[in-house]
């Protein structure tokens, strides 16, 4: 069996090259603050991977994605073993788009620190009187630049995606910036809506877009899992505060409540963590995983 090497590590997922297609394997790696955590949050891949199928197949009404298969069997018989069972998607190559597409439904993180020091978020003007975790009217599409590992991804204004798009897409820019922006509310709603039907709110997420060889516009990456998204339970849910949530949050609390903690984490808090990774994935698609 030939052994094959990943052409693009992440923090958390490996791409290897499969002639006319990628291989993009979830790992069962954590990151926190943009730093790989020394613990493996076993069945975390999986989750990923399983509830990126799941929304791509709610969602190609809207758009096609990159999905082709995330059953092994259908891969190089390198994939064929046990750790790569489940946590492995096989998918179309794309020429991506250099934009991640922010879409926020609900005032909180990042969002609300910058609410409260000017009454915007990346230069939107929200209503006045907003409280931490409140609804916004309407969902607001924030995109940022991708960084390469290491940096932070950098917030840019809708009309600064035009100007970064043509930079690499020339005469293109205002086009593909527009579909970004609209795709990625109308996927948002349509995810959102269906969420809170199963009691959970989407706080915010982010999608990526690539180009196919046709140049249309297609998902790429993964989509809505608790590494993309800030996921809330709808029940006990209260603006004024901060929400519980169904990620890597009590793994972020851990680390800032112990600083000298060598990016380690307990057992009990990587057993917690994936409780909730397990919790929100059956919440959302009334299975167990690997049903």
């Known amino acids: 069996m030939q052994e094959l090497k990943p052409i693009?590590?992440?923090?958390?997922?490996?791409?290897?090259?499969?002639?006319?297609?990628?291989?993009?394997?979830?790992?069962?790696?954590?990151?926190?603050?943009?730093?790989?955590?020394?613990?493996?949050?076993?069945?975390?891949?999986?989750?990923?991977?399983?509830?990126?199928?799941?929304?791509?197949?709610?969602?190609?009404?809207?758009?096609?994605?990159?999905?082709?298969?995330?059953?092994?069997?259908?891969?190089?018989?390198?994939?064929?073993?046990?750790?790569?069972?489940?946590?492995?998607?096989?998918?179309?190559?794309?020429?991506?788009?250099?934009?991640?597409?922010?879409?926020?439904g609900y005032i909180t993180g990042s969002g609300w620190a910058s609410y409260q020091e000017t009454g915007k978020v990346c230069g939107i003007q929200l209503p006045e009187g907003l409280k931490e975790s409140d609804k916004l009217p309407e969902p607001i599409y924030t995109p940022s630049t991708k960084a390469e590992i290491g940096d932070h991804d950098e917030n840019i204004s809708y009309e600064?995606?035009?100007?970064?798009?043509?930079?690499?897409?020339?005469?293109?820019?205002?086009?593909?910036?527009?579909?970004?922006?609209?795709?990625?509310?109308?996927?948002?709603?349509?995810?959102?809506?269906?969420?809170?039907?199963?009691?959970?709110?989407?706080?915010?997420?982010?999608f990526e877009f690539g180009l196919d060889e046709e140049g249309n516009m297609v998902i790429g990456d993964e989509m809505l899992t608790p590494d993309s998204s800030r996921f809330w339970p709808a029940d006990g849910y209260e603006a004024g505060h901060g929400q519980p949530s169904f990620d890597k949050q009590f793994a972020r609390d851990w680390l800032k409540a112990n600083p000298d903690n060598d990016w380690t984490l307990p057992q009990e808090i990587v057993d917690k963590t994936i409780q909730k990774y397990l919790q929100g994935y059956e919440m959302l698609t009334g299975k167990k995983l690997g049903e």
């Open 160 to 206: 600064q995606s035009i100007a970064h798009l043509e930079k690499y897409f020339p005469g293109r820019g205002e086009e593909l910036a527009s579909k970004l922006r609209d795709n990625t509310i109308a996927l948002y709603k349509k995810c959102a809506e269906y969420a809170l039907s199963k009691g959970i709110i989407i706080a915010d997420t982010k």
């Open 8 to 104: 693009k590590e992440g923090k958390v997922r490996e791409i290897y090259d499969n002639g006319d297609s990628l291989i993009m394997v979830a790992t069962d790696r954590i990151s926190c603050f943009d730093v790989i955590l020394k613990n493996q949050v076993t069945k975390k891949g999986a989750v990923l991977t399983q509830m990126s199928k799941f929304w791509f197949d709610f969602t190609k009404d809207i758009l096609p994605n990159h999905m082709i298969s995330v059953d092994v069997k259908d891969m190089p018989e390198f994939f064929q073993q046990e750790k790569f069972d489940g946590n492995s998607m096989m998918c179309r190559k794309l020429n991506m788009l250099p934009i991640e597409c922010i879409v926020r």
